[in-house]
């Protein structure tokens, strides 16, 4: 199986612009879940989607916000870019199930200029 | 409060050694415990994880962790070390949050270095 798939791998963007970010789940899996990935704050949970709908939502701001199709694969949408968003974002896959590990796609790297 | 840690920030480990990188974590409930790795520009790969059953979990390229539910760690170890191992280790719970919806909370990762 083709594992999870983020685009684009890199983006460079200015303060103020906003960004989306896609991602593509292993095929099957239908629980889709975003991270950021900073030095200082580590991994953090952003939000995750299960049949399109949000299931769970980590502690950032309204800034951020995503979305799954029906055919799995999500979005992640950054609006009004600061510098403190720069970071690695990564997006991760499981199967149904509360067990199953998660599947991590390369992320994409941003860089907020 | 979910929580997880890794108090040791850098693992140094002569190659041939064995190695552990060390993990306690802090739940309500049950714990769902996994072991990631991360290697330089990539996401992160799984390792292996505890449910439930037998305190010796065994999981990708010869690394192990033993569930110990008195002390809340879950510690990951390997009995010889391979220069190919260093890289960015995580330790992470899954916290049930109802209705479905789960996550993974991350510690804040421990870089092994596997010295030659």
């Known amino acids: 199986k083709a594992g999870v798939t983020q685009t684009p791998r890199y983006l460079i963007k200015t303060r103020g612009q906003q960004v989306t970010l896609s991602c593509s789940p292993i095929s099957g899996h239908r629980s889709v879940s975003w991270y950021q990935q900073t030095p200082g704050q580590g991994l953090q949970f952003l939000f995750e989607?299960?049949?399109?709908?949000?299931?769970n939502k980590g502690n950032f701001p309204g800034r951020f916000s995503g979305r799954q199709f029906s055919n799995s694969r999500s979005e992640m949408n950054v609006s009004t870019l600061e510098l403190g968003d720069s970071a690695l974002y990564l997006c991760?896959?499981?199967?149904?199930?509360?067990?199953?590990?998660?599947?991590f796609g390369p992320g994409t790297r941003l860089t907020v200029l | 409060a979910q929580s997880v840690a890794q108090p040791e920030d850098q693992v140094n480990v002569a190659e041939g050694n064995p190695l552990t990188v060390k993990c306690t974590y802090s739940?309500?409930?049950?714990?769902?415990l996994f072991w990631y790795v991360q290697y330089p520009n990539r996401g992160l790969q799984f390792l292996l994880k505890?449910?439930?059953?037998?305190?010796l979990v065994k999981g990708s390229y010869g690394f192990e962790a033993e569930f110990n539910k008195s002390q809340t760690s879950f510690h990951l170890k390997k009995p010889s070390a391979l220069v190919s191992d260093s890289a960015l280790y995580f330790c992470?719970?899954?916290?049930?949050?109802?209705?479905?919806?789960?996550?993974?909370?991350f510690g804040t990762g421990t870089r092994l270095t596997v010295i030659p």
């Open positions: 991760a896959s499981s199967p149904l199930g509360d067990y199953n590990e998660q599947f």
């Open positions: 739940v309500s409930g049950n714990p769902y």
């Open positions: 505890y449910i439930t059953g037998d305190n």
């Open positions: 992470a719970v899954r916290v049930y949050t109802g209705a479905g919806a789960n996550n993974l909370f």
């Open positions: 989607y299960f049949s399109e709908t949000q299931r």
